[in-house]
């Protein structure tokens, strides 16, 4: 596993032990917390777009404010089905609140002007 916590990008060895994970070529502590939780709980940050009415642009990109749970992600993107914002949109304003109960919004990651 690659460790992507920082650019070092350290190649990352895991063992389950008897009392939780063993994690070696990590050069600093965040390497090994990433690999345990990538391990017993993976998560990613969702990106996706969504049709803007009356904008300079056409969609708006958005992305999750914090990272959800991997076995979400679809059902994270399905919740964007039918959503439609009217410009204008600036960038941090939440598309869709509190994300399947994650905690996690949905925010647009750029401004659209209204045209």
């Known amino acids: 596993m690659i460790c992507i916590c920082c650019p070092m990008g350290c190649r990352l060895t895991v063992e389950k032990t008897a009392d939780g994970y063993s994690v070696t ?4 502590p965040r390497g090994k917390a990433y690999a345990i939780d990538e391990m ?9 777009s969504v049709p803007v009415d009356n ?3 056409k969609t708006v990109s958005v ?8 076995e979400l992600i679809f059902e994270a993107l399905k919740t964007l089905g039918g959503v439609r914002l009217d410009a204008p949109v600036k960038i941090g304003d939440v598309v869709v609140k509190n994300v399947l109960g994650t905690g996690a919004d949905f925010v647009a990651t750029r401004n659209v002007d209204r045209a």
């Open 63 to 70: 992305k999750t404010s914090v990272s959800v749970p991997k």
């Open 25 to 28: 070529g990590n050069t600093c």
């Open 55 to 57: 904008g300079n642009y």
């Open 40 to 48: 017993t709980e993976p998560k990613r940050m969702v990106t996706s």
